[in-house]
């Protein structure tokens, strides 16, 4: 097995035995070239020997002279090995029809909605050259730069592209079709189904089945229909609890969104693009499109900023460098164990993110305060009145424990259940 690779990209040759694979300029690179085939470029990564004009044995013998990268194992360690594929994959027809029959109807439903849109807009800028599949333009001068990527691109590309056009001042909003895609919580995604150009292009309902969720507040007791965050869902904590799902798993469902209204509310600053860290691992999270007032409460309630400047890579795992010299003779004749590209995980899989969790408060006077005046912040209230479902201004102290509940309004009781039941 060969220990480089030359990055025909780049223009760079990589030695496999380095921790920073010898490019400490690109971070991305080992997940770039640890990426599955069926989700990168084929030729990105060629055969050295092939790249300095030698004879290279896995083309001479009618194959590639293309290469993948994966994890060895020998004698106990784990390598980074790089070996030739028998075949390349190209994108057919059918993937480049459906490609741009979603490119023209993104910018067909913003002309439609009388925004600016153009395909295959260039991002001026001090970032360099780059191109979006389509660029939509809203009334407060929002750029939205839709990515269509049903085929493939690596996370490093992801990654590149996205920091690029947050640099020309554009919202990345990245599109695919498939579970499994590496752009998934890397940067502002949605995800569509899978369904043939012509029915994209006949105007087909396009439902976003991943990347839009709601913000969701409720009160965790015996009675409700969500599990406990905080005791792995054995039993109940009694405060209120703030998580963010998807539209068909809120409480009751919320109406399905399509992909015409996120080209419109995304540049219109309706609906926002938010990362999340998950509450039990802050090093990962969900990148999501959320309504903007459901981000305004989450900012309010848990402090967090509205996007990173930098994805969330996740680690690779455990991986041996031995720090030996470059092997630039081709290893056609030692690829004895065949091609074997392990696809990705699923990553859309409706997943919570751990959410927030504030305590039920209780009624109190501020220290001075006049008789009948309650100690309770604008965030406290907005969070408690969205999990009672009710305005802010009828919120109120239980009559008996002095628990906040709905207390005002019309049919709105002086007291809690509990209290009711415990006093008759």
């Not at 895609?181 to 994209?200: C, H, K, Y």
């Not at 959410?355 to 604008?378: E, F, I, M, N, Q």
């Not at 408690?384 to 102290?397: D, F, M, Q, R, Y």
């Amino acid at each position: 097995m060969a220990n480089g690779v030359w990055h025909r990209g780049y223009g760079i040759e990589i030695n496999l035995s380095l921790p920073d694979l010898g490019h400490p300029e690109f971070p991305g690179l080992l997940d770039e070239i640890m990426t599955s085939v069926s989700q990168r470029d084929p030729e990105m990564l060629e055969c050295l020997a092939h790249h300095d004009g030698y004879t290279c044995e896995s083309e001479a013998g009618g194959k590639s002279p293309w290469m993948f990268v994966r994890r060895g194992r020998t004698l106990g360690r784990r390598p980074l090995v790089a070996a030739h594929l028998p075949v390349t994959h190209k994108p057919t027809p059918a993937e480049s029809d459906q490609h741009k029959a979603t490119k023209e109807r993104v910018v067909a439903t913003a002309l439609r909605h009388g925004l600016d849109a153009a395909a295959e807009s260039p991002l001026g800028g001090p970032r360099g050259r780059s191109v979006a599949d389509a660029l939509v333009t809203g009334p407060d001068g929002i750029k939205i730069g839709w990515e269509i990527q049903y085929y493939h691109l690596g996370t490093s590309g992801v990654y590149q592209r996205s920091l690029k056009a947050r640099g020309n001042g554009v919202t990345p909003l990245w599109v695919t079709k498939s579970t499994r895609a590496a752009l998934i919580d890397r940067a502002p995604w949605a995800r569509v189904d899978d369904m043939p150009w012509r029915e994209i292009a006949g105007g087909r309902e396009m439902l976003i089945r991943g990347g839009f969720r709601y913000l969701q507040t409720w009160r965790c007791t015996r009675s409700s229909v969500r599990q406990c965050l905080d005791n792995g869902g054995a039993g109940n904590c009694d405060g209120v609890h703030h998580d963010w799902f998807l539209p068909a798993l809120c409480e009751p469902s919320k109406p399905a969104i399509h992909i015409e209204d996120l080209v419109l509310t995304s540049a219109t600053g309706e609906t926002l693009p938010v990362f999340v860290p998950h509450r039990h691992n802050p090093k990962s999270g969900r990148h999501m499109w959320v309504p903007v007032q459901d981000c305004t409460l989450w900012t309010d309630l848990d402090g967090h900023t509205r996007l990173p400047d930098v994805p969330v890579l996740e680690p690779e795992g455990s991986i041996t460098f031995d720090e030996r010299d470059l092997d630039r003779s081709c290893s056609a004749g030692q690829d004895n164990d065949g091609f074997r590209s392990d696809p990705r995980p699923e990553r859309d899989l409706g997943q919570p993110t751990g959410g927030l969790t504030l305590p039920l408060l209780a009624s109190r006077r501020p220290k001075g305060g006049p008789a009948g005046s309650l100690a309770v912040t604008d965030v406290e209230r907005a969070a408690l009145a969205a999990t009672l479902n009710c305005p802010v201004w009828e919120i109120g102290p239980c009559a008996g424990c002095g628990q906040f509940i709905r207390r005002y309004g019309r049919d709105a009781p002086v007291a809690c259940g509990g209290c009711r039941n415990q006093h008759g």
